[in-house]
């Protein structure tokens, strides 16, 4: 009796008091995410479908604001851009920071030391990166005063030339992210079982052999990870554009979130700013859904 | 008889060498190598330590160029050193603009909001992992459902719940709006689950209270998860940029580094010297967190996998 009764008491007042008590510590959390987080993304849906000046009258205008998006003539380039520097940077920035980690192997002296090297231009200010590069890239700067005095070349100006500024935007941000990825990696591979390896080694597996075999797969989940998260910040691109090229030349940098800052704080049109937030999201749900769906194509996980 | 020795000595170096090496990867546990091995493992080393020099050269120059009179950033051909050698452009960085006033911004903001986001996400945590409630799993899921949304689409409806409270070009604008995140929570409370239970139920015992419980018996067995947290929380708000640059108004009084750094680029046009120096001075702290705390910050990105950026 006294045994199945004591659960039962347990979810009694005894439980009573612990939910109250939990609701004590959880409500700063609750509090500040319904502030700040279910409000505005109500508040976004809401205001997507209004014509909501940053000042004055708001009037809601039904669905127009996501036609007007298509008339914009900024916004398709904008999508077309972000899409162009995602296509470039994700696969770059993940299969360099991923041969960076493996090269990094155990065998290397100063390792340590190394990785902290590779991952100090992701924790320094963006804005400062990009102001160091900017200044690297100037017609008069570093790597055309090379190419000229070394090889009489003439580089192209890299930052005013509509093909060249993309590229540069994306080497730039590559720099920049390559020692968060690699940390990830670096982490995984440390925690390959050394008998899986020992048991490769036997079998005769060496060099690439071993990395591109053994390897890659088992860190996979790590890649797919990385990959996922790097996709998504990608799509988000703004600091590295806007510092370096300011969008152009023309809008031929200009990505997504800069054309939704754009919108919203240099025109004012808070609602067209919105319904365009609103289709980036759409657009990393929608990339983010397709890559999970397609991991079981290549993403190994042990069970 | 003269290759006979030299033959011999070799052969001798040869033997020594390797025996040494068979003692020291037998030491480390590991293969002895073949000639062909080391000569793969030197190479390997050259080509590292070259993408290494690579892939600083922007900052190494970043920092040369610091040090040049304005007149000399683009001289051809390109140099390392200038005509002389200006230390006092890093303190000119200080008269040109409130230099001051964006690295105490940025102090102030990211030490704030790395409290505000230590306290929210411990608490929360420790409620999520380790009291039970009722509905405590479905709160839980529209906690990580919100991880999905971006910054970017917040920070339009942000910007205007900012002006209702009438917080525009405020510090708690600043220090607020992104302290929430579920990221934290998520974190420690996946960390919290991992203490065992018994350490809990004896002090429970002995009639402490949760509150007792969690500050006593949880947070001080979590520190190198707070430790973790606390340096991801704090490089976010010291490097955002985005949302700092639209609720800021008064740069000038209220700038952060990076919106500092950024109108100081308007403002000076030409002064590539004086930009450098800012853009090296800005780089300094975190560059130091990193190399004291990189142990950490490695376990931290194992252990979470993650990492607010």
């Known amino acids: 009796m006294t045994i199945t009764n004591a659960p039962k008491r347990r979810s009694g007042s005894l439980a009573k008091v612990e939910a109250r008590q939990a609701l004590g510590f959880a409500s700063p959390a609750l509090v500040g995410l319904a502030l700040f987080t279910i409000v505005p993304v109500v508040l976004s849906i809401v205001m997507s479908f209004f014509d909501w000046p940053t000042f004055g009258e708001r009037t809601f205008n039904g669905g127009t604001n996501y036609l007007r998006l298509f008339e914009d003539p900024n916004f398709l380039p904008a999508l077309r851009n972000t899409l162009v520097f995602t296509v470039l940077y994700v696969p770059l920035s993940v299969v360099l920071s991923l041969a960076l980690a493996i090269s990094l192997g155990p065998r290397i002296r100063g390792r340590g030391a190394l990785r902290v090297l590779f991952f100090i231009p992701v924790v320094t200010p963006m ?50 992210g390559i020692g968060y990825n690699m940390l990830i990696f670096s982490a995984a591979l440390e925690q390959l079982p050394e008998s899986v390896m020992e048991a490769a080694r036997i079998d005769g597996a060496r060099g690439f052999r071993m990395t591109w075999s053994i390897m890659v797969p088992m860190i996979s989940p790590a890649i797919f990870f990385a990959t ?33 800052y754009n919108q919203g704080f240099k025109f004012q049109d808070l609602g067209l700013a919105a319904a365009g937030a609103w289709i980036l999201f759409a657009l990393i749900i929608t990339v983010t859904a397709i890559q999970f769906k397609a991991q079981k194509r290549w993403v190994h996980y042990e069970h | ?124 945590g420790y ?22 949304v971006p910054a970017e689409v917040l920070v339009i409806p942000m910007f205007q719940v900012m002006q209702w409270f009438g917080w525009v070009n405020t510090y708690q604008s600043l220090i607020f709006p992104f302290a929430f995140g579920a990221f934290g929570t998520f974190l420690m409370r996946q960390f919290f689950r991992g203490i065992p239970y018994e350490l809990e139920e004896a002090a429970r015992v002995d009639g402490a209270g949760p509150v007792r419980t969690f500050l006593q018996i949880i947070v001080p067995l979590s520190k190198s998860a707070i430790a973790v947290l606390a340096v991801f929380t704090f490089l976010s708000f010291w490097n955002a940029y985005l949302w700092p640059l639209i609720v800021t108004v008064d740069y000038n009084t209220l700038g952060t580094l990076p919106v500092g750094l950024a109108s100081f680029s308007g403002l000076t046009g030409t002064r590539w010297d004086l930009q450098m120096a800012a853009s090296i001075i800005s780089m300094i702290p975190t560059t130091i967190l990193v190399i004291v705390l990189q142990k950490h910050l490695v376990k931290g990105i194992a252990m979470a996998g993650l990492g607010g950026r």
């Open chain 2, 127 to 148: 409620a999520f992992g380790r009291l039970r409630w009722k509905g405590r799993d479905a709160v839980f899921v529209l906690f990580l459902a919100t991880l999905m």
């Open chain 2, 1 to 124: 008889m003269s290759t006979d020795i030299a033959e011999s000595t070799t052969r001798t170096l040869i033997a020594v060498d390797g025996e040494e090496h068979v003692e020291v990867e037998k030491r480390r546990g590991r293969a002895p190598m073949t000639p062909w091995a080391r000569v793969r493992l030197i190479l390997a080393h050259i080509s590292i330590y070259v993408a290494a020099a690579l892939f600083m050269l922007p900052l190494v120059y970043a920092f040369f160029s610091a040090l040049k009179p304005n007149g000399e950033m683009f001289a051809m051909p390109p140099s390392l050193f200038g005509s002389e050698i200006r230390w006092s452009n890093f303190a000119e960085v200080f008269e040109f603009g409130p230099f001051w006033t964006y690295i105490g911004n940025s102090l102030f903001t990211s030490i704030a909001g790395t409290l505000v986001v230590i306290v929210v996400s411990t608490t929360a």
């Open chain 1, 127 to 176: 804005v400062a990166n990009v102001l160091v590069w900017k200044m690297l890239l100037q017609p008069q700067g570093l790597f055309n005063g090379l190419a000229q005095t070394w090889f009489g070349v003439e580089l192209p100006n890299f930052l005013a030339d509509k093909n060249w500024a993309m590229i540069m935007v994306v080497i730039m941000s590559v720099w920049q």
């Open chain 1, 228 to 260: 996922i998260m790097t996709m998504i910040t990608s799509l988000q691109v703004f600091v590295q554009p806007q510092m370096l090229t300011g969008g152009g030349p023309g809008n031929a940098t200009q990505p997504l979130v800069m054309w939704i």
